[in-house]
Nanobody
Framework: QSQLVESGGGLVQPGGSLRLSCAAS????????ISWFRQAPGKEREWVSC???????NYANSVKGRFTISRDNAKNTIYLQMNSLKPEDTAVYYC????????????????WGQGTQVTVSS
């Protein structure tokens, strides 16, 4: 059974950092494109970043220069390093997988994790 499990969320002060992890199982991991999405209370789920099997990366303008996505194929894990965090980054963060290239559209991803909460507050 294919599964994605996020971890690494928590409470951090503005300007701080967190690293999220997305562990995949039951997939041919090397061929996956993985995206991170986030959803704040009362808002729609929004795309944050993605990384392809060829390690091409893309970022939403709101996080460009602050967040870095990477992958470790030996560990079947995707990371999202988040620096210079702002209160507006507060959300539940989800990873999602698909077999082809990056897309910011929620509807094209069939596999999702359960999410991890990130709260940025003083």
């Amino acid at each position: 059974q294919s599964q994605l499990v996020e971890s690494g969320g928590g409470l951090v002060q503005p300007g701080g950092s967190l690293r999220l992890s997305c562990a995949a199982s039951g997939f041919t991991f090397d061929g996956l494109t993985i995206s991170w999405f986030r959803q704040a209370p009362g808002k729609e789920r929004e795309w944050v970043s993605c990384i392809t099997s060829g390690r091409t990366t893309n970022y939403a303008n709101s996080v460009k220069g602050r967040f870095t996505i990477s992958r470790d194929n030996a560990k079947n894990t995707i990371y999202l390093q988040m620096n210079s965090l702002k209160p507006e980054d507060t959300a539940v963060y989800y990873c999602a997988a698909r077999g082809v290239g990056c897309s910011p559209l929620v509807i094209v991803y069939r596999n999702w994790g359960q999410g991890t909460q990130v709260t940025v507050s003083s």
